[in-house]
C-alpha cells in the first residue's frame, strides 16, 4: 500500500533538492523512493512555470517537452543579455 505524505513534506523534500543536496541523499535521509522524490520535483517545476501537474502520460511528455524548450531559450536569452554587454562595452572603451 503506498504512504501518503503531506503537501509540506513533499514541499520541503524538493527543497531539499533544489537547495542542491542529491535525490539519492534525499531518498535515504527521508525514506523516501526515488520515483516519489522524482515525480515531486517534476511537479514543482511544471507549477513554478505555471503548469498543473497531471497524471496523463502524453500531457506528462508534452510538459516535459515544453520545459525543456524554456530552458533551452532562457539559456539563448542569457547568451545573447551577455553577448549585448559585451558589445556594448567595446563601442564606450577607447582604441589604443
Not at 27 to 43: E, P
Not at 72 to 96: C, G, W
Request: aromatic share 6%; glycine share 4%; hydrophobic share 40%.
Amino acid at each position: 500500500m503506498p504512504m501518503k505524505y503531506s503537501e509540506e513534506f513533499k514541499r520541503d523534500a524538493v527543497a531539499l533538492v533544489e537547495s542542491g543536496i542529491a535525490q539519492k541523499t534525499v531518498c535515504r535521509d527521508l525514506s523516501i523512493s526515488k520515483s516519489a522524490l522524482g515525480a515531486w520535483v517534476q511537479d514543482a517545476r511544471f507549477k513554478t512555470y505555471g503548469m498543473t501537474p497531471s497524471k496523463d502520460p502524453e500531457e506528462q511528455r508534452e510538459m516535459r517537452a515544453a520545459l525543456k524548450r524554456i530552458r533551452e531559450l532562457e539559456m539563448e536569452n542569457e547568451v545573447l543579455r551577455r553577448a549585448a554587454a559585451y558589445l556594448s562595452q567595446a563601442h564606450i572603451t577607447p582604441p589604443k
